[in-house]
T-cell receptor
């Protein structure tokens, strides 16, 4: 596709349920990132993939959060037993490599009620 | 590790006036620097980036930024703003070694009024 694609664009879930957020990076981009943006806050780094491996997952806030990437392409961010504080926009980004522009998707808006 | 400080959380300015959004960074290694813009209810869009070479970088929509290594700053400027420039602006830094993470500042809300 032309850009980074994320789905769903909006998700409302009940507290305690699990959610999966999907990211389709730009074709050929080897590096993929997940960020979280809470209302009125900056961007919080969650995890970075190079290919299918995650050299930096230091930003995952708890063990309820996990992510995987398969085939060096699609990535899924999973949040188990969601809590209200998980409500945020989850942004995915990709880049071909160092020094190249990092392109962001439109984000997945998650609301936990 | 890197960090980014955006000193102003909000900057109100009248249309056609000049504006400067401030950004300072901290890093123990060489870095690339970026400014992103986020319009309401939209994703992030790259305005400009500094990788190497000329310290004055020109971006889209008439914005420019100057890298100052001694002051560890990368301030964003526009000589004349428009209503349509109202948005959140984020400064970001990443080290040059690998495709490592971008570290963002907390953002500056630019509010342009008539």
């Amino acid at each position: 596709g032309a850009g980074v694609s994320q789905s769903p664009s909006n998700k409302v879930t009940e507290k305690g349920k699990d959610v999966e957020l999907r990211c389709d990076p730009i074709s050929g981009h080897t590096a993929l990132y997940w960020y979280r943006q809470s209302l009125g806050q900056g961007l919080e780094f969650l995890i970075y993939f190079q290919g299918n491996s995650a050299p930096d997952k230091s930003g995952l806030p708890s063990d309820r959060f996990s992510a995987e990437r398969t085939g060096g392409s699609v990535s899924t961010l999973t949040i188990q037993r969601t809590q209200q504080e998980d409500s945020a926009v989850y942004l995915c980004a990709s880049t071909p490599g160092p020094g190249n522009t990092i392109y962001f998707g439109e984000g997945s808006w998650l609301t936990v009620v | 590790a890197q960090s980014v400080t955006q000193l102003d959380s909000q900057v109100p300015v009248f249309e056609e006036a000049p504006v400067e959004l401030r950004c300072n960074y901290s890093s123990s290694v060489s870095v690339y620097l970026f400014w992103y813009v986020q319009y309401p209810n939209q994703g992030l869009q790259l305005l400009l980036k500094y990788l190497s070479g000329s310290t004055l970088v020109k971006g889209i929509n008439g914005f420019e930024a100057e890298f100052n290594k001694s002051q560890t700053s990368f301030h964003l400027r526009k000589p004349s703003v428009h209503i349509s420039d109202t948005a959140e602006y984020f400064c970001a830094v990443k080290d040059t070694g690998t495709a490592s993470k971008l570290t963002f500042g907390t953002g500056t809300r630019l509010q342009v009024t008539l």
